[in-house]
């Protein structure tokens, strides 16, 4: 009597186990378990739970750096789909994910551009719009569903916020955001580049680095802002030493390798033809790299003009 089993993981690995139930003597993988002697019936559930253990082993869930798009929640977000995988006509796509970031990216260039101009005089409207933006993606994590809603909301108080953090540098440092988004925008075109003609592939290692790398960095800068509340400040970021640029790099680095992996999930979930709506998740999610790498790439610079 002979019975096969079939397990498909999140990276598409397909193990069949073909097993004779009545063969005398039977092995469990990784286990050490001799099952020869069992029930037949025993025998079979043995076998499916080590292979099923195994095979979990092997699909291991890893986080990436972006909140938005990490594997975890994407998996939660797949076992949601009570549909299953959407028609063509009605899943997401890489393009569709591209495009949606692009318009996020033009509606919060914009908003930073009138928050520049007009808004800079009205102090408020910084903490108030930031603090919106940190709901906003908690929401939209929790309900992917609004992201088409809500995604550029965030984008409109992302560009408030960037518009009155880029005047506040420009007048400290005059020319330092354009050359602050030439090099972000240098930046992403490159790692696209990496990422599109398969010099770079993200693996799993790769994304297990970068995860527990951002979870540092963010961690040392909310201890920082709590120090900074009671008066504290650590000089490696504020200074403008050599251990604090080279720390600047280093940030600047993990953030700009963050979007291979935001480029990576948006290719799984249209290969898992995801729904149409998943477009502006995935392209929320970009977008917060980008400000991520633009910040970064804005402190740097700064550190370097102070030391020059």
Request: aromatic share 10%.
């Amino acid at each position: 009597m002979a019975s096969a089993v079939s397990f498909t993981g999140k990276g598409r690995m397909t193990s069949t186990v073909n097993e004779t139930f009545a063969q005398s003597r039977t092995i469990v993988p990784e286990k050490g378990l001799l099952i020869g002697k069992f029930p037949r019936d025993v025998r079979g559930w043995l076998l499916f739970r080590s292979v099923r253990d195994s095979t979990r082993e092997e699909n291991q869930e890893v986080t990436m750096s972006s909140p938005l798009l990490s594997e975890k929640r994407i998996s939660e977000i797949s076992r949601g789909f009570e549909s299953g995988p959407q028609p063509v006509s009605q899943s997401m796509s890489v393009e569709g994910a591209i495009k949606a970031s692009a318009l996020l990216v033009f509606i919060m260039t914009v908003v930073a551009a009138v928050s520049w101009l007009y808004l800079t005089a009205i102090p408020l409207l910084f903490p108030v719009s930031f603090l919106v933006g940190v709901v906003l993606l908690v929401v939209t994590r929790l309900k992917p569903k609004m992201s088409p809603a809500l995604a550029p909301v965030y984008a409109i108080c992302e560009g408030m916020v960037l518009g009155f953090i880029s005047r506040l540098y420009e007048d400290a440092y005059s020319g330092i955001v354009v050359q602050a988004l030439g090099v972000t925008v240098a930046v992403f075109m490159a790692a696209f580049t990496l990422y599109s003609t398969g010099v770079v592939k993200v693996t799993a290692r790769m994304r297990a680095t970068i995860t527990l790398a951002t979870a540092g960095v963010l961690l040392f800068y909310l201890v920082a802002l709590v120090a900074l509340l009671f008066g504290v400040q650590f000089s490696v970021m504020y200074s403008s030493s050599l251990t604090s640029i080279g720390f600047s790099v280093l940030v600047s680095f993990l953030a700009a390798s963050s979007l291979l992996l935001d480029f990576d999930s948006i290719e799984r979930g249209a290969r898992e033809t995801h729904p149409k709506y998943m477009e502006w998740y995935y392209g929320l999610g970009l977008l917060v790299s980008i400000i991520w790498l633009y910040l970064e790439i804005l402190r740097l610079l700064a550190k370097s003009k102070r030391r020059n």
